[in-house]
């Protein structure tokens, strides 16, 4: 392997890692669909209602997130809390892989690069601004990585169908939330993203590298267009983010 002039760069072609999932997660008896979301408290809600059962869980050296099956529309699908940033939700995803789940949606809150973006709109992903580290394990360097077409053509086909407004986009994953400075969101903008965000480049490289099905649905957070920050309170919005999972396990059971 030849080295680059930055390791970042130092794209490795082989399908076989050193730790392979396959060979150190335990395959189950899992739905095939699955719903990744970043709302705790969604899941929280659910729980207490008794609407989930444990069937796994995910270990890390800090927490450790459940893996649930529950039952939606008469069919089975798992959720699960995602986990921050890429690093941890590509390896999160490479898990559940493992299991056995293979189509997903995720679903969670993103930053907003335009003003006009109210709290709560819809956005889906086409495409991710790959401004994070693990997407360049998985994929050759490039600028941008798609969402994978069959998913966002159900996703889009369903929320048009529902009369369900939305905006189809391109968003930022970054790794950095405390290092988005005026030039970087100004550039961001100028190449078409409209949010920001730390996991979809991960999700779209993981998802295309093991060949699985996987769309992502965010909705409006807090606001970086303006001169000051603005949190628009997004996270005292419980019913947005009820709405959201209904709809993302909806629709993951159509791909």
């Not at 590509?90 to 293979?102: P, R, V």
């Not at 000051?228 to 959201?244: G, K, P, T």
């Amino acid at each position: 392997m030849l080295k680059k002039d930055f390791p970042i760069l130092e794209f490795d072609s082989s399908p076989r890692a050193k730790i392979e999932p396959s060979e150190v997660i335990k395959r189950q008896d899992v739905p095939e669909y699955c719903v990744i979301t970043f709302f705790g408290d969604v899941i929280k809600k659910m729980l207490d209602e008794g609407k989930l059962k444990e069937i796994a869980k995910f270990y890390t050296a800090t927490v450790v997130l459940p893996i649930y099956e529950t039952e939606f529309n008469g069919k089975p699908i798992g959720i699960v809390q995602g986990y921050l940033g890429s690093a941890g939700s590509g390896a999160q995803l490479e898990e559940l892989i493992a299991m056995g789940f293979k189509k997903f949606i995720v679903c969670g809150a993103a930053g907003v690069l335009k003003k006009n973006i109210q709290v709560g709109h819809l956005v889906v992903p086409y495409s991710a601004v790959r401004d994070e580290g693990l997407s360049y394990h998985y994929l050759e360097p490039s600028r941008e990585v798609e969402c994978n077409e069959q998913a966002l053509k159900c996703i889009t086909d369903y929320l048009e169908n529902n009369q369900i407004p939305f905006i189809k986009a391109k968003t930022w994953t970054t790794d950095s939330f405390y290092r988005e400075t005026e030039e970087k969101i100004a550039l961001r903008v100028s190449e078409g993203c409209i949010t920001v965000e730390m996991e979809a480049a991960a999700f779209f490289a993981v998802s295309k590298f093991r060949k699985v099905i996987l769309g992502q649905i965010l909705h409006g957070g807090d606001d970086l267009s303006g001169i000051q920050w603005d949190s628009r309170n997004w996270v005292r919005r419980e019913d947005l983010r009820i709405n959201l999972v209904d709809l993302s396990m909806a629709i993951c059971l159509e791909l």
